[in-house]
């Protein structure tokens, strides 16, 4: 018999940075995972309206470059320098937020050049990129990165607009997933070598999609046997979302996968393929596959695939997170 809750439903933040290598929420690479026949239709999908608010989505937006040889806001950055917070990072650091943001965009101009020679004057040594230490900067070009880079590093440093970043003790973040932390680096007698880079995330290794490609739960819209999500793809990558999903719950201090119901479940052979400004807005009900939920925390876990030409792509998987609250409150 299915429990009944008068239960009010409330979105978490599910991705808490906690160290230089932020990971959560940010798609993994999946190599067994099964492509489904459908055989009845239970979810529907349909083109978000390109008016949807921030307030619709629960997402933020974030400023897009127009290439590699521009700055991302470049003339509004300029404009608003009045506007600028000083402090606006002082939980990393006590340099202005103006020099802190001029160092940021200086490093992702360096980057998207691939200019490994400015970059090494740049770097605090040691540093560890990919499970590779390098000691010093002749180590660090002598690496020969652009034979083994990760084009997804550069699609999501382009994004970034060098604005009002994330920052906590540990730096400051460039990149929706963190590609490129930097931070004020300190001598042994706390004499202060300004800012430097600090950790580098996914240049030649898998680091999961671009932060722009991802899923955001649509605010007030989830029930103990349903959800909607937009499908996000803000980059010039070809990505198709499948129609399948699996139900994750946070318990014993882990997540455990849900057991449907009634055995496997069947869904849409389909892809969903969202634009740049064109999510799309998809829902599940799981009502007769995994029942209504009781309280908790849960993921809902898809599919996502980076179409390349004659019919190659790679696969990751992405997750969002959802809590149900069982309706009680406190005296």
């Known amino acids: 018999m299915k429990k009944r809750f008068g239960a009010k439903i409330k979105l978490f933040g599910l991705c808490m940075i906690s160290s230089v290598f932020l990971l959560g929420?940010?798609?993994?690479?999946?190599d067994t995972a099964e492509i489904t026949q459908n055989t009845e239709p239970i979810l529907t999908a349909e083109r978000a309206s390109?008016?949807?608010s921030e307030a619709e989505t629960g997402s933020s937006s974030q400023n897009t470059s127009t290439g590699a040889g521009e700055e991302s806001g470049q003339s509004q950055d300029h404009n608003d320098q009045a506007d600028y917070d000083e402090d606006f990072y002082s939980a990393a650091t006590d340099i202005p937020g103006a020099e802190v943001e001029e160092f940021a965009r200086k490093v992702k101009q360096q980057?998207?050049?691939?200019d490994?020679?400015?970059?090494?004057?740049?770097?605090?040594?040691?540093?560890?990129?990919?499970?590779?230490t390098y000691h010093d900067s002749s180590e660090f070009l002598a690496a020969e990165l652009d034979e083994k880079l990760n084009q997804y590093f550069f699609v999501e440093l382009d994004e970034e607009s060098c604005r009002n970043m994330f920052s906590n003790w540990q730096g400051i973040m460039m990149g929706a997933t963190g590609r490129v932390w930097i931070a004020e680096v300190l001598n042994d007698d706390l004499s202060s070598q300004g800012l430097k880079i600090t950790a580098v995330n996914g240049l030649t290794k898998s680091f999961g999609l671009p932060?722009?490609?991802?899923?955001?739960?649509?605010?007030?819209?989830?029930?103990?046997?349903?959800?909607?999500?937009?499908?996000?793809?803000?980059?010039g990558l070809n990505i198709m979302f499948g129609d399948d999903y699996k139900l994750q719950k946070y318990e014993d201090g882990e997540w455990k996968e849900l057991e449907p119901l009634t055995g496997d479940i069947a869904f849409h052979d389909i892809g969903y393929m969202p634009k740049k400004g064109q999510p799309v807005k998809w829902e599940a009900d799981w009502s007769s596959y995994y029942g209504t939920l009781e309280p908790g925390s849960y993921l809902i876990i898809k599919r996502a695939s980076d179409i390349h030409d004659m019919g190659d792509y790679e696969e990751f998987?992405?997750?969002s997170g959802f809590m149900i609250d069982d309706g009680k409150t406190e005296d």
């Open 211 to 235: 932060g722009q490609v991802n899923m955001t739960v649509v605010e007030d819209s989830v029930t103990p046997t349903s959800v909607k999500l937009l499908l996000n793809n803000d980059t």
């Open 317 to 319: 998987v992405l997750s």
């Open 111 to 114: 980057f998207l050049a691939h």
């Open 25 to 30: 929420c940010q798609g993994e690479r999946s």
């Open 116 to 132: 490994w020679k400015a970059l090494s004057e740049e770097i605090a040594f040691p540093i560890t990129i990919d499970d590779v």
């Open 50 to 52: 390109e008016s949807t």
